[in-house]
């Protein structure tokens, strides 16, 4: 008998209007907005932080129910387009989808599969390293165990089935998988772990076409953060020898461990 009481006491309580802190890329500036009770926020873009927002995605109308999330949009450098990752019933399985930003227009590139992936879109923004699993049998979707994640790149205006792998084997099942490229856009790094904590680490040049994967980290005993990247070095976060952790240099001739160097 308690239920319409506390159900009228929480809408009370929720309905109110939020934001989340903006964030800017290609100068646009990119934020959500509730109104109090909507399911979902809205997504909005605007020129300058008093500017007139612009409507760019509204996750309430994916579905009759408001059932269906949305992660916040990855915009390329240019803002351009954004990628952005959605959720129907509260599923870990996640959708990509890309919009136009000046003009909110949704494009057909669909992502499937994806789980436990972030988005970094390449310097000229043709397109984005993501991760995902391999397609089930239709009889499987909801019993397989997830293995084999990998490191994908999806170029815009083609078929997900076109997708190149950039990393990933067949040698480690349970391995997560997670791609960035820096943000000189030089670098593709890649962190690879067999558990909540602890990973590898792996650089990429995407400046030379012949360029090889460069192993920094092995092993996956300690967790390892890339803070950044310059012309000669690579600066990490890590626990390794240092249980409270400490950021050091690595020289991008020679990154591995035994080349470090001690900041903080």
Excluded: C
């Amino acid at each position: 008998p308690q239920r319409e009481k506390i159900k009228a006491r929480m809408t009370q309580l929720m309905n109110f209007e939020r934001f989340s802190t903006p964030y800017k890329e290609g100068g646009v500036y990119f934020f959500s907005r509730n109104d109090g009770l909507q399911n979902q926020n809205v997504w909005f873009t605007a020129g300058s932080l008093t500017a007139e927002p612009k409507l760019l995605v509204d996750p309430n109308t994916l579905s009759p129910d408001g059932t269906v999330s949305m992660g916040a949009p990855i915009p390329d450098e240019h803002a351009r387009h954004v990628a952005y990752q959605i959720s129907k019933s509260g599923s870990d399985w996640q959708e990509i989808r890309v919009r136009e930003v000046a003009t909110s227009r949704e494009l057909p590139d669909r992502i499937e599969w994806v789980k436990f992936s972030g988005i970094s879109w390449a310097k000229d923004g043709s397109g984005f390293y993501y991760s995902r699993y391999d397609a089930p049998k239709e009889s499987e979707k909801l019993t397989k165990v997830n293995e084999f994640q990998k490191l994908y790149f999806h170029r815009l205006g083609t078929p997900q089935s076109g997708d190149i792998v950039a990393f990933g084997d067949d040698a480690h099942p349970f391995r997560y998988v997670s791609g960035q490229v820096s943000e000189d856009q030089r670098w593709l790094i890649v962190s690879a772990a067999n558990q909540t904590y602890g990973n590898a680490v792996y650089l990429l040049s995407l400046t030379d076409p012949k360029a090889k994967w460069v192993t920094v980290v092995a092993d996956t005993k300690n967790s390892h953060s890339i803070v950044d990247v310059d012309d000669v070095s690579l600066y990490i976060q890590t626990d390794k020898d240092a249980p409270t952790g400490r950021v050091v240099m690595a020289p991008l001739k020679n990154p591995q461990p035994e080349h470090w160097q001690t900041l903080i």
